[in-house]
């Protein structure tokens, strides 16, 4: 048979072409991937991105380079963390990141989300870190949060949450840094891994729990600017690890235990209190404040 000097050439604007007819790598993997459906569905629920943070969210990029994304080393094409933080997103936070069966990041704190927190969101069961902090947020969600047994740390601080604090909070025994909103429950005692509980600038009412002394790892308590009332437990000179510890501007009475300055040598800030002679023995101690309490003078 005759050679054709044509035919190199035609074979290749063959291959050429019929490559171009097969779909992106990057559609057909978002087409397929329950983890991109996942992500395009969250992108729906934001109705407001002014600097276009989300803008190439969609499946001519593949997902797992998306802006915020991160995708697992080992697991291929599995969304692993959402890191969305300080857009001035506005919007609601989808069901189907329930979705995202391996994810255990989200941070979404300093945007504008409204809403509550999907009930879905109890399905991730990986999830260690949370952080909707300083959102629009309300409802009583807390309760979506069971299921979420891993998480270690825990930030809900600065949003519009209503109603009090589940007895299911008390199971995640993981958690190691909590911020929340809501009345302090005694069973916070169970989380005896939490270095961090921060419950302040919020409407927390009624007595400190004697209970929280069970918390022998905590190093910082912050309570100060809620309505809080009655004395200061003992029990807190228990918790040996403290370094701070804030009170102020509440309705505390009586006196500063004697134990916290025989017990609480790491203490570096105790802002709040009347100074009984034992606060002489925090010689870690930098700051102190006694104002905006009901405290008895010496």
Known sequence: M???QNYPLAMTVFFFLSFLALPSTSSFLCKNSIDCQALLKFKQGITS???????????????CNW???????KLKNRVMAIELTEMLL???????ISNLSHLNTLSLQGNSLYGGIPAAIGELSELTFMNLSRNNLGGNSLFSLQGCWSLDTLDLDNTNLSGSIPAVLGQMTNLTYLRLTGAIP???????KLTDLGLQVNYFTGRIPKE?????KLEMLYLHTNLLEGSIPASISNCTALRQITLLENQITGKVPEELGAKLHNMQRLLEGEVPPELGKLKKLEILYLHSNNLMRL
Do not use: K, M, R
């Open 90 to 96: 506005q919007g609601v936070i989808s069901p189907y």
């Open 49 to 63: 991105d002014p600097d276009s943070h989300l803008q190439a969210w969609n499946e001519t990029v593949p997902f």
């Open 2 to 4: 005759a050679y054709n």
């Open 67 to 73: 802006t915020g994304i991160t995708c697992h080393q």
């Open 186 to 192: 005694s069973f916070l005692s169970n989380l005896t």
């Open 212 to 216: 929280i002394g069970a918390l022998t």
